[in-house]
């Protein structure tokens, strides 16, 4: 059922200067264009603020925050409700077959509606300027920064109630200002529910400052190596989620009738103006509409959007979709493909991700003609894959004492205190979110410099199977930097409570789990098109720890250090009752086959169509335009190019931030003069 209706319907045959394919996370950024900032300038964007311009927004989803049967407390993350694609991955070869779930939103705000909202902002600086490095002009550190800066509104916890100062000398809870954006939409202040019982996280950080891992108080300012505690995507005010729906749509879909949401509108194609059959590869292909299925409660039909002249198509809706839009041009017609069928079912459907590969391979299986030969789309894809280690507290740190987020579920009458704190006060375990302790490190920090170093030989031999493809070039870059102490290649994440479903817990006692996560993968997966129909999911292949020996590797000796030395180093020793998944002393053998069966994603997908050159596999230019088109754009965590040691939401943020608007294509040159 349909729980959204479309915010506004427009008839037939209307015309729109920008379509923008899914309004979700860089959609309604580009959309709404916040300019009133001191990085701004005219060159920045201004889209529906200019009543000239008129735009059309198609989301599959709807607005979620008409759905009754979503509670809007902070704590969840909305996974597997009904504003979740539920997306899965093909079994995972060298993860012990498993099939892995991939939570997107399907809704206005799109995965921003449905995350952890962790802003950990930003990647360390030599990651963005890597961007630059491997062909994209004026994308580095410095530019993607300031539009971070740009969107975000940073509140700091010693003098933003209800923070405290004491939260702030206590947790970590101390960013530098200096680092961070104030005037921008997407309100930053940290969780004033501490989750865990209290001295549990200064101990935490404690032990792993003995164990050589700094505090960062500059986590923002391009060097993230350390522990620190992320502040999130939270209004301090109410207490409520800020995300891309209520602040870059809903304040403005009175006061702008140049904006139009079309939800429940599942885009299947876009048209364009030339006969696939005569393109010869010369001449850039024009998008001339965009084909969607209307899908609500009251009717199914095929409508379709329409581009002035000189108009521009916007592709942001998601890491798989958005391939289909220029590969199935004049081929993915609805009625060959039964959308029908989808039409008439009321209910938003599994998603229609179409992939657009100019990989005849893919292609051919399907009997579908390729508009633009880009053999990139749909590869290149990366994501940060995690494994989780699981503690007893101690009996005095129980159920004795203070209750912790982990007694929601397990005690009902402190549930409802709590919801009631909530509902009342807009406080309390609801209002905060859970697991924002974070630490990045290099390698060095946690594998004995023996181990290492036979562990890069290895790698060294497994990485010739990137000689002569096109993406022999990042793969080398990111080789460069395990030898660099400052470029962070993993993250520790304390979380309370138990997420691993294979221990019955002790309901006396309270529990952690601290989360290893391999974030920059030498593994690339794919992403490609499953079936004819149109509606049909993708299949998905991160392809997790491809390079067997060196990635499962380094999850072991993560899990180790965690187990075995940052549990037993004190204070945080002191703490800890028991290990109990996995339980210390295990051996190499041991260690990888739990890597392998409990390795899952940890939800920063990029790369799919990455901004590169054409010759190393990418899919847009650094103006973010589809090669050999002349008006289809993607904007979205897909154009990332190499996979960022950070959560993904910040960037995709400030990458969509930062282009537009497009026919204000920008000049390498005067980005690199004035950033
Ligand atoms: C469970 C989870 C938790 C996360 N937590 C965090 C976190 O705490 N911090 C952080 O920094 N990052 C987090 N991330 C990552 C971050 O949210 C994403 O990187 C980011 O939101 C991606 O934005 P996007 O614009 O690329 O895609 P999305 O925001 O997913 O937008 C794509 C939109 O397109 C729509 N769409 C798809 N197909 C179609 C179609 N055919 N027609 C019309 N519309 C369509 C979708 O419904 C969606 O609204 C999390 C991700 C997940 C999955």
């Not at 129980?398 to 807009?426: H, I, K, M």
């Not at 930097?481 to 979380?495: A, F, G, I, S």
């Not at 940052?566 to 739990?594: E, K």
Request: glycine share 8%; hydrophobic share 40%; aromatic share 8%.
């Amino acid at each position: 059922m349909n729980a959204g209706s479309p915010i506004q319907k427009r008839v037939e045959g209307d015309e729109f200067d920008f379509v923008i394919v899914g309004g979700g996370t860089a959609g309604l950024v580009i959309a709404e264009s916040h300019w009133l900032t001191p990085y701004n300038c005219e060159r920045y964007g201004r889209l529906s603020r200019d009543p000239n311009v008129s735009i059309a927004v198609l989301e599959a989803g709807y607005d979620a925050e008409s759905d009754t049967t979503l509670v809007p407390e902070l704590y969840t993350t909305f996974i597997g409700t009904s504003i979740d694609w539920k997306f899965t991955t093909v079994p995972q070869t060298n993860a012990a077959g498993q099939v892995i779930s991939l939570p997107r939103g399907k809704a206005l705000g799109g995965t921003s509606t449905l995350t952890l909202s962790v802003w950990r902002t930003r990647a360390s600086q030599k990651e963005y300027d890597a961007w630059e490095t491997l062909g994209n002009p004026g994308w580095n550190f410095a530019s993607v920064n300031a539009h971070i800066n740009a969107v975000e509104h940073f509140h700091v916890a010693s003098v933003s109630p209800p923070n405290t100062p004491a939260d702030a000398l206590t947790f970590e809870a101390l960013d530098s200002p200096w680092n961070h954006g104030h005037t921008g939409p997407i309100q930053v202040s940290y969780s004033n529910y501490w989750s865990i019982p209290e001295v549990v996280i200064p101990a935490y950080l404690r032990s792993l400052n003995k164990l050589g891992v700094p505090r960062n108080g500059h986590a923002a300012n391009g060097d993230t190596i350390g522990a620190w505690q992320a502040p999130c995507t939270i209004k301090p005010h109410n207490r409520s989620r800020s995300y891309a729906a209520n602040e870059f749509l809903f304040p403005y879909t009175t006061s702008r009738p140049n904006l139009q949401v079309f939800t429940g509108a599942y885009v299947t194609k876009i048209d364009t103006k030339i006969d696939l059959v005569a393109t010869s590869g010369d001449e850039d292909v024009d998008a001339t509409a965009v084909e969607y299925v209307l899908n609500d409660d009251t009717e199914s039909e095929t409508r379709s959007v329409s581009l002035k002249d000189g108009g521009k198509v916007v592709v942001t809706a998601g890491k798989t979709s958005r391939y289909s839009y220029i590969s199935f041009i004049e081929e993915m017609r609805l009625d060959e493909f039964g959308a029908d069928a989808v039409c008439t079912s009321g209910t938003y459907q599994t998603p229609k991700i179409l992939e657009l590969s100019g990989d005849p391979s893919v292609l051919g299986a399907f009997g579908i003609s390729n508009v633009v030969d880009l053999p990139g789309v749909g590869n290149n894809l990366q994501d940060h894959a995690a494994i989780l280690t699981s503690f007893e507290l101690i009996p005095s740190l129980g159920t004795s004492g203070p209750l912790t987020q982990e007694d929601l579920a397990r005690n009902a009458t402190f549930a409802a205190q709590q919801w009631q704190t909530y509902v009342n006060e807009s406080q309390g375990a609801y209002a905060s979110v859970p697991g924002t302790t974070l630490a990045m490190i290099p390698l060095q920090s946690f594998i004995s410099a023996a181990t290492l170093e036979s562990m890069l030989e290895e790698l060294d031999a497994a990485l010739g199977v990137y000689d002569g493809t096109p993406q022999e070039t990042q793969i080398a870059l990111q080789r460069g930097w395990l030898e660099d102490r400052t470029v962070p290649q993993v993250e520790l994440v304390l979380l309370p409570g138990l997420m691993d479903p294979s221990i019955i817990p002790d309901p006396s006692k309270h529990h952690i789990t601290i989360a290893a996560v391999y974030m920059r993968p030498f593994s690339r997966g794919n992403v490609h098109l499953a079936s004819t129909d149109p509606l049909a999911l993708p299949r998905i292949d991160p392809n997790y720890l491809a390079i067997q020996d060196f990635e499962v590797g380094v999850l072991r000796e993560a899990v180790r250090f965690i187990v075995d030395t940052l549990a037993t180093t004190a204070p945080l020793s002191s703490l800890i009752g028991a290990a109990l998944n996995p339980t210390q002393g295990q051996t190499d053998a041991q260690l990888d086959v739990y890597v392998k069966e409990g390795v899952f994603s940890s939800w920063h997908p990029c790369g799919s169509t990455s901004m590169l050159p054409l010759n190393q596999g990418g899919v847009v230019d650094p103006n973010l335009k589809v090669y050999g088109t002349s008006n289809v754009y993607i904007a979205d965590a897909s154009i990332i190019p190499l996979e960022i040691v950070t959560h993904t939401m910040a960037t995709v943020y400030a990458n969509a931030h930062k282009v537009w608007p497009f026919p204000f294509v920008y000049d390498a040159a005067d980005i690199l003069t004035s950033s």
